[in-house]
């Protein structure tokens, strides 16, 4: 009866936790302030093992997120998504601009690697009207992070306080972090020690210290210059990773008003309002006789002559007339000669005769094949006779 109750209850609980709509999450921000939002996988793993959770079991899956902005391929342009590696946490960030406020509705798949099972979440996020106002900013360069690494809150707190402490106010806020990747940095070597780096820029309403106004100074940009250092470097980072490269600092003051574009000059291309367009002439004709000539008809009276001169080289003034004389009758000689010899009646000279030897004078009886093929011995040179007898 108790195993009934207990399975009733867990069949309950997993309805229940199965039935759970995922409510959309919302999230409000202002433009020109920077935004974070971590995608935890802790989260979402509950939403995938409901039922195994309430018993205490936890798996820790990895997990990837593919976001985009409903009915769109990709985010919208202020925002960026990264995550190291399915076994980290995701984040969106980004700073939104004027024309980005209003609602964005981002669409969160969540895909398990280990069940892949998969699941949509919505983020509704709503940008609201300018935040803060944050005429002074400066920007410093992390060259030993990465930006995973940074945008945890606790991570941004570290690097605040330092530029707190540099600034000598607390009103600071983020207004931009972002990889270096994104502004031409290149992929470090996959080696402990080589980092992408993170750009971080901070403003506040309070005007630069003393400390971040030697940025300015000539003196500072001439060193950095010379030898990518400066002796005026007051920069804090009681975290080591958290070190900035102090001649990659920059100063920005929005304070001045900025000075309005001028008007583009006009040039006289530009029409009368209205005017008719009337297109110009097309260019006069060209005469093209003399170019054909030129091009043509010259190179081809030029190769007529050349083949012409060949020709007559080749068939009326052959120096080989007289060659060909004479080896006719050297020939013609020989022949003569040739029929003579064969009218004496004179034997043959031996050395002209078949199996003659030189040496002994002796003459082999040619081979009887017809009358007794069946003695003629294999391998002839065991019975030579032109070969001298080895004494035994
Ligand atoms: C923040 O940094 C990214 C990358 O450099 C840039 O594209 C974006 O325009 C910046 N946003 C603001 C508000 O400065
Ligand atoms: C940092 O500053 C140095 C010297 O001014 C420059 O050569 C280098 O390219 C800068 N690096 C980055 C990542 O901006």
């Not at 081809?300 to 060909?324: D, H, K, P, S, T």
């Amino acid at each position: 009866m108790a195993d009934m109750q207990s399975w009733g209850v867990l069949f309950t609980v997993y309805l229940a936790s199965a039935l759970v709509v995922h409510a959309d999450i919302k999230i409000y921000t202002r433009v020109g302030q920077f935004f974070v939002y971590e995608l935890q996988r802790e989260v979402f793993q509950s939403d995938f093992e409901p039922f195994l959770i309430h018993y205490g079991h936890v798996y820790d899956d990895p997990m990837v997120f593919k976001c985009n902005k409903q009915n769109f391929p990709d985010l919208p342009r202020w925002l960026r998504y990264t995550q190291r590696h399915p076994l980290d946490n995701g984040f969106l960030y980004g700073t939104p601009l004027q024309e980005d406020q209003g609602k964005t509705v981002i669409e969160v798949t969540v895909i398990n690697k280990r069940s892949y099972d998969a699941f949509r979440e919505r983020l509704v996020i709503t940008v609201g009207t300018q935040g803060k106002r944050m005429p002074y900013q400066v920007e410093f360069f992390l060259p030993l992070r990465e930006i995973e690494k940074v945008l945890p809150s606790a991570v941004q707190q570290e690097i605040k306080l330092d530029i707190q402490r540099m600034w000598g106010t607390e009103r600071l806020d983020f207004v931009n972090i972002s990889s270096a990747l994104d502004r031409g940095g290149r992929v470090p070597l996959p080696l402990p020690g080589h980092y992408e780096g993170v750009y971080v820029k901070m403003g506040s309403d309070q005007y630069f210290s003393e400390c971040l106004l030697r940025l300015l100074s000539p003196q500072h940009q001439q060193e950095c210059k010379a030898a990518g250092k400066a002796s005026g470097d007051c920069s804090i980072c009681v975290n080591p990773a958290n070190c900035m490269a102090w001649c990659n600092a920059t100063l920005i003051d929005l304070s001045k008003p900025v000075p309005p574009t001028l008007a583009p000059t006009r040039g006289s291309g530009i029409l009368e309002g209205q005017s008719f367009y009337d297109p110009p002439e097309s260019p006069p004709s060209r005469e093209f006789f003399l170019d054909y000539i030129g091009t043509v008809i010259i190179p081809f009276v030029l190769a007529l002559i050349l083949c012409i001169i060949l020709a007559y080289v080749m068939c009326c003034r052959r120096e080989g007339v007289i060659q060909l004389y004479h080896h006719r009758t050297i020939q013609g000689n020989a022949d003569e000669l040739r029929t003579m010899a064969g009218g004496r009646a004179v034997p043959r000279p031996l050395s002209t005769l078949p199996m003659f030897n030189m040496r002994t004078g002796e003459r082999m009886p040619p081979l009887q094949r017809h009358s007794d093929s069946s003695h003629i011995p294999l391998i002839m040179a065991q019975h030579d006779p032109n070969t001298d007898t080895l004494p035994r």
